[in-house]
């Protein structure tokens, strides 16, 4: 199984190659598989940003406590959640699935109303964290890929969020920094890329009930 080890590849780099970019159509590859992530009821409610503007990238790093990944890597995703429960992304996805699947729209008022309904009744804090583990899943799908294209990635939490916000005028489109991920070319100077990975033994991390 190729998956396991390109798995096996890949490690949270820390120093990127900065003379190396990703071309244009191993990035439209990352996109797609970033789109195909599975998401909650299909709603996908985050946005991601793609950096590669340098000017951008340096004021980022000053936001994330000067890691290095920010500045030398190719490209940074950003991926942002809603900040706020809205009808109208569940009627848009409603709209889209009608019209996709030639589903006529009254026969999907039954879904529409229990998605709303199930939304609404989650309390604030349960609805935020509900809406950033969203992007997580979008985000494990690009380190897959990456692994298969021989892209080097590093997920990162390590950024203050209301900087990233304000720098990239997230607040002001309701949305909100959750997580990062820079990606471009490990650096041969990065000496983690050598390291072992430590990882939980079988017998620890699964039970079997049998
Ligand atoms: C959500 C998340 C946040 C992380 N934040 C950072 C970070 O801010 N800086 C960093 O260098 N690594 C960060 N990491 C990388 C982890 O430390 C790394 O994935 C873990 O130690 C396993 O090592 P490996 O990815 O090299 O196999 C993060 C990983 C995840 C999944």
């Not at 996908?44 to 000067?66: F, M, R, S, T």
Request: hydrophobic fraction near 35%.
């Amino acid at each position: 199984m190729e998956l396991l080890e390109n798995l096996k590849w890949r490690y949270a780099t820390k120093k990127f190659d900065s003379s190396k970019s990703i071309n244009e159509e191993d990035l439209e590859k990352l996109k797609q598989a970033v789109q195909l992530s599975v998401s909650s009821y299909g709603l996908q409610l985050y946005k991601v940003l793609i950096i590669k503007n340098d000017e951008l990238k340096l004021q980022l790093k000053e936001a994330a406590w000067g890691q290095d990944q920010l500045t030398d890597a190719s490209h940074i995703f950003v991926f942002c959640n809603y900040t706020e429960r809205k009808n109208e992304h569940i009627d848009e996805y409603i709209q889209a699935t009608s019209k996709t699947q030639g589903t006529p729209l009254e026969k999907l008022e039954g879904y529409r109303n229990l998605i709303k309904e199930s939304l609404s009744a989650k309390p604030d804090t349960a609805w935020q964290s509900w809406s950033e583990k969203q992007t997580y899943l979008a985000l494990s799908n690009l380190l897959t890929a990456c692994a298969e294209l021989k892209i080097d990635s590093c997920p990162m939490e390590g950024f203050e969020k209301e900087k990233f916000n304000s720098i990239l005028g997230l607040d002001q489109k309701g949305l909100n920094a959750a997580v990062i991920a820079p990606i471009g070319y490990r650096s041969e100077e990065d000496h983690t890329q050598f390291r072992t990975k430590v990882r939980k033994p079988k017998e620890v991390l699964f039970e079997e009930l049998l």
